[in-house]
């Protein structure tokens, strides 16, 4: 089987980031970039389907030289092959204008490799902008099927079988290759490279691609803003706890909690 898995390079989301007071945007630096944490999902989930079924893991992402280095982690962890659309205003365009520019890079990865992949996976969204909308775009422009929220993967006849988490639960469907798949989180987290893994990927190749030309975003982002702080709780005292049980009733019927 055929899989891959696109990526993109985030801020570290385990550090606190406030906005540029002068540019208001992002205050980036310093942060040291990684693979988007849905996205380190997905190509968990394609590293385990492999290893059960068979088949090549290829990875994909946009941007710039940079980007080189995530992509050195994924091949270190799974994956075994690499391209890179090098385009420096990766971060400019808009999830429409990613899509059409990884349906062309799908194109050109296919006729590069000789040969369509089966599975396309994409983590749910991203821990930057998380608009959740590259997957399902991606699946209008390529004409195929979509599954968003998929929690797990499963080869049967005829396409495969997927578990996808909803708000009231779970679903169980079936779709037909070629699919996109949009990732959750499973119920385990992504593996480790190892010294030995980290070597080999540094040895391995990175193919570049080029971006579509005149590429115009449809959306436009007017602001960004921080969210709002957490209020301070409010603490309870009491000498007893009839008493600090009264006076939690009397707060949460002043903010009419209930």
Known sequence: MELLVCIKQVPDDSVEISL?????????????????????????????????????????????????????????VGADNAYLVKDDAALSHDPAGISKTLKKAIGDMEKDRGKPFDLIFCGKESTDYASSQVGLFLGKECSLPVAANVIAVEPVE?????????EEGYRVMEAALPCVVTIQKPNYDPRYPTIKSKMAARKKEITELSPLDHLESQFKVLQILEPPKRAAGVKIKGDNIQEAVTEAMSVMTKARIF
């Not at 996205?39 to 290893?51: I, P, Q, V």
């Not at 495969?160 to 988490?165: A, F, R, T, V, W």
């Open 20 to 76: 540029d007071p002068v540019s208001k945007t992002p205050a980036l630096q310093g942060v040291t970039p990684v693979v988007n944490a849905f996205d380190t999902y997905a190509l968990e989930m394609a590293a385990r389907l492999k290893e059960a079924h068979g088949g090549e893991i290829t990875v994909v992402s946009i941007g710039g030289e940079d980007v080189k280095n995530s992509l050195k982690n994924c091949l270190a």
């Open 158 to 166: 005829g396409g495969i079988k997927l578990k996808q988490e909803t």
